[in-house]
């Protein structure tokens, strides 16, 4: 139990904004053990002590060294940024029935922010079936667990799989869409497996036949999503050439090095890494988009605590913007911006419209880039 608290907290730790899928679910069942196991609870205090102790092992070690670096207020500063940036609309009183309701509709009123007009395809519909599935599922033994009657391990397996499976959509609670979704809750595909072999044993092999007929069209229908057309991917359409290895590999960028990319994306980049690269390092980088990649892709220093523009963190390091100002003033600035911010004093060298269909950074508008006007070209 030990380790296993360890891993948990070590996953915890690697994302923990999703604590509250991988973490409830073990609390929900230690308690279960404590509080309804009357015979086992001693082993079961035995057990969740040391389960404790290994989660908390490594957390404590994270928060040791935050405290140790002076960087706890940072920790809790940047974290609280990105609750408000990506919660889009979501509150602990309305985050569940926005979950239901994404669930029932298959996602289509959730904000993506990526393809809004995107209608939501089968896979989103199959996870819909996959929840009120463990749902059930999970009721059917409820009464067994809490009357104390015998279960067998693995119908006790199965409690434990639908649970985390029914945890796993609060991954998606704030954005509804298929990557959190297969992240969280694609546990619930070997539940619907399982009950349907369980249930055929009760038929005939004719039933069993009819009831196998429909998981197995979905393959066949994912699979022709897959290898005949271009929409099997969770944003962005796949590509051909990276599928079969056989996209660009770039050595000139340090960033895509060991990477294959596509022809497209490798020349979106390059084209912007070549402007840059005109600069000395007594330039420095600022970005004011969410684009990551063309604000990394340079070795040219950098004053921005995040490599994606926010512009809360402005409000909470009020040192870091009047930096910027400084050296935007001094003209010794590199503006990577969405659009042409007109700062006085800078020139746009670079403007390229986004293309959505193939570089996944996608934006409104196309990306800009400002040198000071009495550089030379």
């Given amino acids: 139990m030990f380790l296993s608290g360890l891993f948990l907290g070590l996953s915890s730790l690697c994302r923990y904004t999703s604590i509250q899928v991988v973490l409830l679910p073990f609390l929900f069942f230690l308690g279960y053990e404590i509080f309804f196991q009357i015979n086992a609870k001693r082993i079961a205090l035995s057990r969740t002590i040391f389960f404790s102790l290994g989660f908390l092992f490594p957390t404590l070690l994270f928060f040791f060294f935050l405290f140790y670096n002076n960087l706890l207020d940072d ?142 069209s979905l393959c066949f229908i994912w699979a022709n999503s897959l290898i005949f057309s271009q929409t099997s991917s969770v944003y962005d359409p796949w590509r051909l050439d990276i599928f079969m290895g056989k996209g660009v590999s770039p050595t000139e960028i340090s960033v895509f090095q060991g990477k294959i990319v596509s022809q497209k994306y490798y020349e979106f980049y390059r084209e912007i890494f070549q402007k840059i690269s005109n600069f000395d390092r007594s330039y420095y980088i600022i970005n004011y988009t969410h684009d990551i990649v063309a604000m990394v892709i340079n070795d040219l220093p950098k004053v921005q605590i995040s490599s994606l523009y926010l512009p809360q963190i402005e409000q909470a390091y009020p040192e870091e913007a009047k930096k910027i100002q400084q050296i935007i003033h001094a003209k010794k600035a590199i503006i990577v911006s969405d659009k042409d911010i007109h700062i006085p004093g800078y020139k746009v060298i670079l403007s390229k419209v986004w293309d959505s269909g193939d570089v996944v950074e996608t934006s409104d508008g196309s990306i800009n880039i400002s040198v000071p006007e009495e550089v030379k070209f």
């Fill in 75 to 216: 920790f809790w500063i940047q974290n609280k940024i990105l609750v408000e940036d990506s919660r889009y609309g979501t509150t602990i009183s309305n985050f569940i029935p926005k979950l239901l309701k994404n669930i029932i509709t298959f996602g289509k009123p959730s904000l993506i922010i990526w393809y809004p007009e995107k209608e939501p395809d089968s896979r989103m519909i199959f996870f819909t079936i996959i929840f009120f599935w463990n749902l059930a599922t999970l009721f059917y033994f409820w009464p067994k667990l809490f009357l104390k009657k015998n279960i067998t391990q693995d119908e006790a397996l199965v409690m434990v799989y639908s649970l985390v499976t029914l945890f796993g959509y609060l991954n998606a609670i704030h954005l509804y869409d298929f990557f959190r979704l297969v992240n969280g809750s694609s546990l619930g595909i070997g539940v619907i497996i399982y009950t349907v072999i369980q249930a055929s044993q009760r038929f005939g092999h004719k039933i069993k036949i009819i009831l196998l007929l429909p998981l197995i």
